[in-house]
């Protein structure tokens, strides 16, 4: 098919190699499992079990609060033995509301809802329902609760569902995997989506450096008329929605336009396929994909992982890590934090575990800025890093807002083209985190102004009304006065 | 010529009567940064600040002079736009900015009294008489006029915790630009830094050079 150019990127080494051709493998049930209750994009998840409780594999464990929010179920079968704050994995370390699962071993369903086995049969509105039930989330990294965009895309009129297989990031697999191995139920997953929200086609766009998941994919997608496979070029981050809708229909969205608002409807190929068993096996989402790798890894891998099992268990899976590991990175090289330690849990959202070593990473020392503008040629949000950060570094966050700087979205490729070796992205990152909180001030103190009018303006009513009532008794007195004279 | 001078004059004369006329009928009695600088304040007449309530104390910044610093609950960011709206230049070396806080009641030493209550401008305590009273965490700014106002003292004012909900990254801490004032740029500061691993000893000569210019700023 026709593909639109994206401007800016980086071509990063890619270093997939490691595990691009070891399959899946599944990772045996661990003696404990720690669910945050909060490992989506929204609202945190409720607790409905309690202490003591035994659960069955796939039981609900947390149920969703408000519009934008996500179920936890049961990875295995155990018993609760605490809910409590802990460790979230997290860049802060801060904690976060957690359920301790301890596994009695015996890894047995709970009764789980009909599977739809033929789900293209059913109510779309069922198959929509069946997504939140799941707990389906965005498997790319950003953890967006799938059922809310499906929701939000059925009431428009979609053109396209396009599943992102781009995985753009340096060292990930785990969606080259998902495609090469499970490119059935990847594509039905694909046709679901559309089915669910009306969208006669689906277009499936996978990185050029992916060659055997494009081959095998294309021959998977050969038996439906509306399913094409378009290879994208290797270009970083393509992989990000609203540039993988642009380099597949030449659409430029803005930061503050739905892609929804253009007709079309972005998940990645592992949401996909737990959308697909979901419905078909009403399965909730309880394990992920995890590409397990870095230099630091003994034997890097691509797991297929219990939601909640600790980091350090995978880390063990995969032979430990070696003398050079440096430092702990969940997500990409490019766009994923660092984890405040190994005892934090695989969540919905981590798509992999990489153990970098020295050599991998940059810490080479800031340098004065050259105003070489490289920075400005390969961001792909057109912004501009060089004048954003110089203005950020003195504290001017309003007019770096001027500038936009919260429609970057944090790809990192300015940090990486820097010959200064600015910390860039790191700039807009504590800018964008600082404007945010400012937006929330300003509403709180809203709210405040409002709430301190209100009590302003009955103090007022209470005092004319008592004032009536004492001109009122003044004149009942005087009357009565008057009648006492007249007796 | 004559109909050049007689048009320019007619208009002069028109579009002069017209702006003496709209200076009279359009005149504006408020002063219009008063008020301005009353919608920066936070509005919860508090009084924390030393005037009666916000609009006392925009007055007086309008009018007075009044320091831009002395809003507590607003802190450093309303001092910022006060600033900015008045022009005047802010210096926050002095002023320590402790950060946003919250009431905290410690229910074993509340009483029930409702005193706080009553005090709070923006109704962000709930509670009843000889009942435990409780803070809308979302809805409280900090003022502290209920820490005054309890009898019993089981008001605290607590920093505002860091959550998974407001953290974010903090601002990279970059000396670059003021390499030479920075002691990490000295000249023994970057001797320090190269050593026999770092380098495989191609850096002594450079690193001797450092030295010896650290020693002469050391004399001079």
Known sequence: MKLFSVRGGIHPSYRKQATTAKKIEPLPVVPFYFLPLRQHSGASAEAVVNIGDHVGKGQLLAAPVGRISAPVHAPTSGIVRAIQNMTAPHPSGLPGMT????????????????????????????IRERVAWAGVV???????????????????????????????????????????????????????????????????????????????????????????????????????????????????????????????????????????????????????????????????????????????????????????????????????????????????????????????????????????????????????????????????????????????????????????????????????????????EERKQNKI????????????????????????????????NKEEKAV | ???????????????GLMLGLSSKLLRVEEDPIEGQLQALLPGSQCGQCGYVGCSQYAAALAHDGAPVTQCTPGGKSVAEALAKALGVSLDLSDAEDIGPKTALIHEDLCIGCTACIRDCSSDAIIGAARQVHTVIGDVCHGCSKCETACPTGAIEMVPVAVTLDNWHWDKPNLAIQDSLANPAFAAQALANRITEESDGGQGKAYKASLEKEAKEEAIG
């Not at chain 1, 739809?116 to 109510?123: E, G, I, N, Q, W």
């Open chain 1, 449 to 480: 102004k409002a709430l301190a009018a209100a009590k302003e303006a009955r103090l007022a009513e209470v005092l004319r009304q008592r004032q009536l009532a004492a001109e009122r008794a003044k004149a009942a007195k005087a009357a009565a």
């Open chain 1, 138 to 440: 965005g498997l790319g990294g950003a953890a967006f609760p799938a059922a809310v965009k499906l929701e939000q895309s059925s009431q428009k009129p979609i053109k396209m569902v396009v599943l992102n297989g781009a995985e753009c990031e340096p060292y990930l697999t785990g969606d080259d995997r998902v495609m090469q191995e499970y490119a059935d139920e990847v594509i039905s997953g694909g046709r679901l989506i559309a089915y669910a929200v009306g969208a006669p086609k689906v277009v499936i766009g996978i990185e050029r450096n992916k060659p055997e998941a494009i081959a095998i994919m294309k021959k998977a997608a050969e038996a439906y008329d509306n399913v094409e496979i378009a290879d994208l070029p290797a270009q970083y981050p393509v992989g990000s929605a609203r540039h993988l809708v642009q380099a597949l229909t030449g659409l430029e969205i803005s930061a503050r336009t739905r892609i929804a608002d253009v007709g079309v409807l972005v998940q990645n190929v592992g949401t996909a396929r737990a959308v697909w068993r979901s419905a078909h096996y009403g399965e909730p989402l309880i394990s992920r994909i995890v590409t397990v790798s870095g230099g630091g890894m003994n034997d890097p891998k691509t797991l297929d992982a219990p939601i909640g099992t600790p980091v350090k268990a995978l880390i063990e899976y995969c032979g430990g890590m070696n003398e050079k590991a440096e430092q702990i990175v969940t997500g990409g090289p490019l766009m994923g934090v660092g984890l405040p330690n190994i005892d934090v849990p695989v969540i919905k959202g981590t798509a992999g575990i990489l153990a970098l070593t020295s050599e991998e990473m940059d810490h080479r020392p800031a340098e004065p800025c050259l105003r070489c503008g490289r920075c400005v040629d390969v961001c792909p949000c057109g912004l501009s890093p060089v004048e954003m950060s110089s203005l950020i570094r003195r504290d001017k966050l309003d007019e770096a807002e001027q500038l936009q700087v919260m429609d970057c979205f944090s790809c990192g490729s300015c940090s990486y083209v820097c010959p200064s070796h600015l910390p860039l992205v790191q700039y807009f990152n504590y800018a964008k985190g600082e404007i945010w909180n400012r937006r929330d």
């Open chain 1, 99 to 126: 359920i301790v699962l301890e596994s009695d071993g015996k890894d047995s369903w709970a009764e789980l809802p009909e599977a739809y086995s033929d789900p293209f049969s059913v109510d779309p509105k069922l």
């Open chain 2, 1 to 15: 010529m004559l109909i050049a001078i007689i048009s320019l004059s007619v208009m002069g004369l028109a579009l």
